[in-house]
């Protein structure tokens, strides 16, 4: 687990060796002190270089060995940095890959670092609901200043080696061999003082308006937190090294360490990085699999239809470095999309500070056009006739072999593939709008999609840096599918007394980006009331009578329609569930106007309006959501309760310290999550989403077993199907 070696005569090299990242479990840490101890007790020995093996220094504290305290046995990680930082010879990290968490935070504590140009670092453990407790808090300031720090600390975010140099944090960066150059600049500084390079004994460099900076940057992190503690306790940690000595700001760092490490949101976050990983394991109901399914290259890809997912989709793909071919037939829309392209592209290139992407893409008016792509990617309007109209011309168009996606987000992808010669070499891309930007990539198979293509599309995600998650297909997916009866319950409890805003203050307190009402003025009331049309829905002036409020025998609320027939598309018209002040705005404020709406609409339905709580606001809307995600388990839509979590986290901005929606209701407890669902199902017997899906009950039967657990009471249930 780690290595020790004598090198060009005096240098010890102390080489971590713990696939998959050199992580500092138990046994390396073990390693670590017996092989510092050795190398400084070795009067051959007059300098020591620390290294990791496979090309990585070092990715931190094992997280694994967070999930139970009684893994954290071994050396903890406090004083072996710091026997390492008293040392009387010379220690330098030499970091290839990343030096990440208690990685940089044993990198801290050597005299000396030497980074290769291509190597990241970062302390990412507040995305884990943690802070650098290594002391990491306290070291990171004193070397590259508070502001710095802060911005490091709070955010989590990896710099790139030439930034890392910029600010001081690492002392030299090698363009070819890492240790052969920390070797090197080990020998040359053996038997130099240490005292300057101890840096527990620096003082942080002194900042003008220091508690004006702190409750400026505070203020920051409470709004962009959204209810997260950690990034809180990072800030509180940092302010210590600046105010504090040194000791009394590690009992600091411990003393809020301890806080954060048994919390519920660390649990939830360190969930959320694992299964962020799993579901990159895909697996179909064929029993395909990630490991088993092999893609081929992709060298140049289509997109058909230039509005606005498209041109996001034309960007993400182009950013890869593929070659693309962007079709519009609407002249008009063309060459607005020509220009709109070019723009998010310098703006792209801009903010990475990589190269434009422009020569990648041929824009055509013809569908012809796309005779010799790899990969086709269908993002016309949301309308079924019209999307066969496309998928028979690309099936005739296009080379024999060629894989044929569509980013539709409800509508049937098995049925589009039955307009093809080919059905297996279709699949959903189901992106999440602004395209080019947003995380979430759902790869939808139909029961017919052959796994090859799967895993080229599920590649093809993770080169445009999104996180793909495959689903099976139905109505809405996973994402969309539970968002109806979540949008449901909301609509429900307007009509029973809530108002626009008490609903999306309760989710937003909860942690949500925006509220349900918010999100829809953003998306456009319009969207879905052109899908209800389509569906025989909608009945003008929202009917009457008791139909007015069930359709198929289902508990039915006409408001979004009544808002549409007055025009409220929400932004885009300046009025929606809110007001704004011009079209296109985007600061909600309340509309008195929806007041008397509401009131006349409960009037007109013979509705008394009552008090709701948040509490009822998040059961309702939560818990249904929840319901529907163990619908989807059970038919075998999401592969497991990681792939659901995923898409909530990174598609629909539910708060990622409380883990996703599955998560979630196994923290709260299944048996209360069905004890409430049963008790709403009862005082609301049409709407047959509340009703608690069998999967739940059988969950809370078998002792409501962890997340981690689930796959197999599921595959229990699904096998009784
Ligand atoms: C009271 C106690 C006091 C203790 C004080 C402790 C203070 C220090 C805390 C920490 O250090 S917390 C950890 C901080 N480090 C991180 O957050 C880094 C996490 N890892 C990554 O960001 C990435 O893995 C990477 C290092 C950038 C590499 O990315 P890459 O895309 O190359 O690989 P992945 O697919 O992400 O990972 C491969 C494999 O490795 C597993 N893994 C990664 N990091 C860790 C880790 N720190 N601990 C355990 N396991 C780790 C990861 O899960 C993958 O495994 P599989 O899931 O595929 O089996």
């Not at 962007?326 to 002249?331: C, G, L, P, S």
């Not at 017997?685 to 077993?705: E, N, W, Y």
């Amino acid at each position: 687990m780690t290595q020790y070696s004598r090198v060009s005569g005096s240098v010890g090299l102390i080489t971590l060796k713990n696939p998959p990242v050199n992580q500092l479990s138990a046994v390396v840490r073990h390693g670590i002190v017996d092989t510092v101890q050795k190398a400084l007790s070795d009067p051959k020995v007059k300098s020591v270089v620390i290294c990791g093996q496979n090309g990585m220094f070092c990715g931190g504290a094992d997280i694994k060995e967070f999930q139970t305290l009684a893994n954290m046995r071994g050396p903890p990680l406090i004083p072996m940095i710091h026997s390492i930082e008293a040392a009387d010879k010379p220690v330098v990290a030499a970091i290839e890959g990343g030096a990440f968490g208690g990685g940089l935070e044993l990198a801290l504590g050597c005299h000396y670092r030497i980074a290769h140009s291509k190597a990241k670092v970062g302390l990412p453990e507040v995305t884990l609901g943690l802070l650098p407790a290594a002391g990491g808090s306290q070291r990171l300031p004193r070397l590259i200043g508070v502001p710095a720090a802060l911005s490091l600390i709070t955010t989590g975010r990896h710099i790139t080696a030439a930034e890392a140099l910029q600010l001081g944090l690492v002392d030299q960066v090698a363009d070819h061999n890492t240790v052969d150059a920390a070797v090197k600049f080990a020998l040359s500084v053996a038997g130099q003082s240490l005292d300057a390079r101890r840096i527990s004994n620096f003082q942080c460099p002194p900042v003008p308006n220091m508690d004006a900076l702190f409750e400026d940057v505070m203020q920051k992190v409470r709004t962009t937190a959204r209810g997260a503690i950690a990034p809180i306790a990072c800030v509180q940690a940092v302010r210590a090294a600046a105010t504090l000595p040194y000791t009394q700001g590690m009992q600091r760092e411990k003393e809020l360490m301890a806080t954060l490490f048994t919390s519920g949101q660390a649990r939830a976050l360190q969930y959320c990085f694992f299964a962020q990983r799993v579901v990159g394991r895909w697996s179909m109901p064929s029993g395909a699999r990630w490991d088993t399914s092999k893609g081929r290259p992709i060298h140049k890809a289509a997109v058909i239809g230039l509005g606005t997912m498209g041109r996001g989709i034309t960007v993400a793909l182009a950013q890869t470095g593929l070659s693309v071919v962007a079709v519009e037939t609407q002249e008009k829309q063309f060459m607005e999309a020509k220009k709109a392209v070019s723009n998010m592209l310098e703006r792209g290139a801009k903010r990475s500070g990589k190269p434009l992407a422009h020569g990648k893409i041929t824009y055509s008016q013809s569908l012809q056009a796309v005779a010799d792509v790899d990969l086709v990617i269908e993002a016309v309007f949301e309308d079924m006739g019209l999307k066969k109209k496309v998928f028979q011309q690309l099936s005739a168009v296009c080379k024999p072999g060629t894989f044929l996606c569509t980013n539709t987000s409800t509508l049937d992808v098995d049925e589009l593939a039955s307009q093809t010669h080919q059905p297996e070499l279709v699949v959903g891309m189901h992106f999440f709008a602004p395209a080019h930007i947003m995380k979430l990539l759902e790869v939808v198979y139909g029961p017919r999609s052959s796994p090859e293509l799967v895993a080229v599309v599920m590649e093809l995600g993770k080169k445009m840096g999104k996180v793909s998650v495959a689903v099976g297909n139905c109505r809405g997916f996973v994402g969309n599918r539970m968002l109806k009866p979540y949008r449901d319950q909301a609509y429900f409890l307007l009509e029973e007394g809530a108002t626009p805003q008490l609903i999306d203050q309760a989710l937003e307190e909860f942690g949500f980006a925006m509220g349900a009402f918010k999100v829809s003025d953003l998306s456009g009331l319009d969207v879905g009331w052109k899908v209800r049309k389509e569906e025989g829905l909608v009945q003008p002036g929202g009917g009457s009578g008791k139909s007015a409020r069930i359709r198929n025998g289902v508990r039915y609320s006409p408001l979004g329609d009544l808002m549409c027939e007055q025009g409220r598309f929400g932004q885009k018209t300046g009025r929606g569930w809110y007001q704004y002040d011009k079209p296109g705005s985007r600061d909600a404020r309340p509309d008195p106007w929806m007041h008397s709406f509401l009131e006349e609409y409960r009037a007109r339905h013979g509705l008394v309006a009552r008090r709701i709580s948040n509490q009822e606001v998040l059961e309702r809307c939560l818990y249904a959501m929840i319901n529907e995600g163990f619908r989807v388990l059970e038919d075998g839509i999401a592969a497991g309760p990681e792939d659901i979590d995923i898409i909530y986290v990174f598609g629909y901005g539910w708060p990622r310290h409380r883990g996703g929606p599955m998560f979630y209701a196994n923290m709260v407890g299944l048996e209360i999550v069905l004890e409430r669902l049963e008790h709403y199902a009862q005082a609301n017997p049409d709407m047959p989403t509340l009703q608690p899906c069998s999967l739940l009950r059988k969950l809370v039967a078998s002792g409501s077993p962890p997340v981690n657990k689930w796959k197999e009471v599921i595959k229990n249930v699904r096998s009784q199907l």
